[in-house]
């Protein structure tokens, strides 16, 4: 497999990393219909354990079934399917290869009240089932914040010792912050930053508003027009290590697909690095997903040949 200049460029970020490690990054990156560019498009499945079965697939059906969302991400041609350890065992064997694989390796429930995150999977459960990477969450801001830092720590290390890239999904919740400065754009570029120093390879974080939550981070903000989604975007992409980490996007609750795609082309103008698409993809039929991830794929693609140009 010939590595791409735009790949190229992305692990040479990473530059003192294992070997393998960035043999898996590469995996990624060279798969799908996305192959090669530079992006990413991820089919996240751990809805079912966060939200619940009925909120997750009631809308579609066919999505309660693994081997549906397997052949989804497949039809797709997408980047990786990403999911608790059950999930992924379900059809991991009888479709090896087809897709790569993320083991989402923490999990919260509805049911609780505290904002945590539970270990569901290990790195062994990742080798076994073939995965390119092991992802977990975290809660920046949350009572349980540093346990979870600790966890997740302690899962990195061993997945990098064993050649698996890794992921975090970064959630700023709980503790002293409203739910508006979830989102904020300070808090979400904050996120992103812990991320990266925890040693995430790829950042997964929500699109970041115009709202600068912290006080003390107001004079920093001041002084730039913040309205634009693509300067947001540039700003958290910053973050990460100038850039230098891999970050995709949530596409969030079920919406409108003019809506999304023209985040996504928010997203691409702003040098993210792809979108991770779970609710707005599965929840909908399986035509219209392959409809919707096509013309994301399409944004994506036609954005790193104008770089290229």
């Known amino acids: 497999m010939a590595i791409s200049e735009p790949v190229r460029r992305i692990l040479e970020g990473f530059d003192g990393?294992?070997?393998?490690?960035?043999?898996?990054?590469?995996?990624?990156?060279?798969?799908?219909?996305?192959?090669?560019?530079?992006?990413?498009?991820?089919?996240?499945?751990?809805?079912?354990?966060?939200?619940?079965?009925?909120?997750?697939?009631?809308?579609?059906?066919?999505?309660?079934?693994?081997?549906?969302?397997?052949?989804?991400?497949?039809?797709?041609?997408?980047?990786?399917?990403?999911?608790?350890?059950?999930?992924?065992?379900?059809?991991?064997?009888?479709?090896?290869?087809?897709?790569?694989?993320?083991?989402?390796?923490?999990?919260?429930?509805?049911?609780?009240?505290?904002?945590?995150?539970?270990?569901?999977a290990t790195v062994r459960d990742a080798l076994e089932l073939g995965c390119a990477a092991i992802g977990y969450t975290i809660y920046p801001g949350a009572d349980r914040q540093y346990e979870m830092f600790e966890e997740v720590r302690d899962g990195i290390a061993e997945a990098r010792a064993n050649g698996l890239a890794a992921m975090i999904w970064a959630y700023p919740r709980g503790g002293a912050l409203a739910h508006e400065d979830e989102t904020a754009l300070d808090i979400v570029a904050y996120a992103a930053h812990i991320a990266a120093l925890l040693g995430a390879h790829i950042i997964k974080v929500k699109l970041p508003t115009e709202r600068i939550a912290q006080h003390e981070a107001q004079d920093a903000y001041a002084g730039r027009n913040w309205r634009s989604l693509e300067t947001r975007v540039a700003h958290v992409m910053q973050a990460a290590f100038a850039g230098k980490r891999i970050v995709v996007f949530s596409g969030g609750p079920l919406a409108d697909q003019r809506e999304l795609v023209e985040q996504v082309r928010a997203i691409a103008r702003g040098g993210g690095h792809g979108s991770i698409v779970g609710r707005n993809s599965f929840q909908r039929t399986h035509d219209e997903a392959l409809a919707l991830l096509d013309e994301i794929a399409g944004v994506y693609g036609a954005a790193e040949k104008r770089v290229q140009a």
């Open 17 to 120: 990393e294992r070997p393998g490690t960035k043999a898996k990054l590469a995996s990624l990156l060279m798969h799908g219909r996305l192959a090669g560019t530079g992006k990413l498009m991820i089919l996240p499945v751990d809805q079912g354990f966060e939200h619940g079965p009925a909120r997750s697939f009631a809308m579609n059906p066919a999505a309660y079934h693994p081997q549906y969302l397997f052949q989804l991400a497949i039809d797709a041609r997408l980047s990786a399917l990403a999911g608790p350890v059950g999930l992924l065992g379900a059809c991991a064997d009888r479709l090896a290869g087809e897709v790569p694989l993320i083991l989402k390796a923490n999990s919260a429930d509805s049911l609780a009240q505290e904002h945590d995150q539970a270990v569901t």
